[in-house]
């Protein structure tokens, strides 16, 4: 059965950093395209970050985190991490990890999306709380 478990949330200060963890369990993680989500209090939720499926994986992030946050995949450890530095005030919500099992190209190129819309994520995790404050 697939499982994704996110860890490492927790307080931190504006200008900080964590990791985040999303462990899988009976999946092959590369063939999956991961992404990473957030939901803020009174918001809806948005994608932040996703890594495609298939040797190495591309990233992609969406505009508000691009240049502080990097997300990377280890297959031997079936796990996809999320790094995330100069951490803000409005970076404050819960994450989420998603998986989906659809292979995507975009001219050639590896692609995973960061809409729930667009993409088929029917595996998610239950969450972890990141809260930014001094």
């Known amino acids: 059965q697939e499982q994704f478990v996110e860890s490492g949330g927790g307080l931190v200060q504006p200008g900080g950093s964590l990791r985040l963890s999303c462990a899988a369990s009976?999946?092959?993680?590369?063939?999956?395209?991961v992404g990473w989500f957030r939901q803020a209090p009174g918001k809806e939720r948005e994608g932040v970050s996703c890594?495609?499926?298939?040797?190495?994986?591309?990233?992609y992030y969406s505009n508000s985190v691009k240049g502080r946050f990097t997300i990377s995949r280890d297959n031997a450890k079936s796990t996809v991490y999320l790094q995330m530095n100069s951490l803000k005030d409005e970076d404050t919500a819960v994450y989420y990890c998603?998986?989906?099992?659809?292979?995507?190209?975009?001219?050639?190129?590896?692609?995973?999306?960061?809409?729930?819309?667009?993409?088929?994520?029917?595996?998610w995790g239950q969450g972890t709380q990141v809260t930014v404050s001094s």
């Open positions: 998603a998986a989906e099992k659809v292979p995507r190209w975009v001219n050639g190129r590896r692609w995973c999306p960061l809409s729930e819309e667009v993409g088929k994520y029917d595996y």
């Open positions: 009976g999946v092959t993680l590369d063939y999956y395209n």
């Open positions: 890594i495609s499926s298939g040797d190495g994986g591309i990233t």
